[in-house]
Nanobody
Framework: QVQLVESGGGLVQAGDSLRLSCAAS????????MGWFRQAPGKEREFVAD????????YYADSMKGRFTISSDYAKNTIYLQINSLHPEDTAVYYCAAKTGSAASFGSWGQGTQVTVSP
């Protein structure tokens, strides 16, 4: 179906910025929305932001507005997540996900990329 591969994570210091990437492959023509989620140690996975295929509509979780920016490159089937002024609380595994076909929810997931923010 659809494969998603995240990249760009790593160990950074508080205050740094980071850009995560998610490349989609396979039947990418069935994707109509892609998004980012994150899961911190001991916590449930939480929604960060999503963007429609054309990039004309973006939606952010209230707690993510301000320092997080989602964008897309339609030609490359890739989305990005820019995170500015990183906090130690941003430490988490960041996952990319996609909505495909007629599905209303995110059904395709990447393996995740670890972001660790040191104080």
């Amino acid at each position: 179906q659809v494969q998603l591969v995240e990249s760009g994570g790593g160990l950074v210091q508080a205050g740094d910025s980071l850009r995560l990437s998610c490349a989609a492959s396979g039947r990418t023509y069935i994707i109509y929305c892609m998004g980012w989620f994150r899961q911190a140690p001991g916590k449930e996975r939480e929604f960060v932001a999503d963007i429609n295929r054309s990039g004309s509509s973006r939606y952010y979780a209230d707690s993510m507005k301000g320092r997080f920016t989602i964008s897309s490159d339609y030609a490359k089937n890739t989305i990005y997540l820019q995170i500015n002024s990183l906090h130690p609380e941003d430490t988490a595994v960041y996952y990319c996900a996609a909505k495909t076909g007629s599905a209303a929810s995110f059904g395709s997931w990447g393996q995740g990329t670890q972001v660790t923010v040191s104080p």
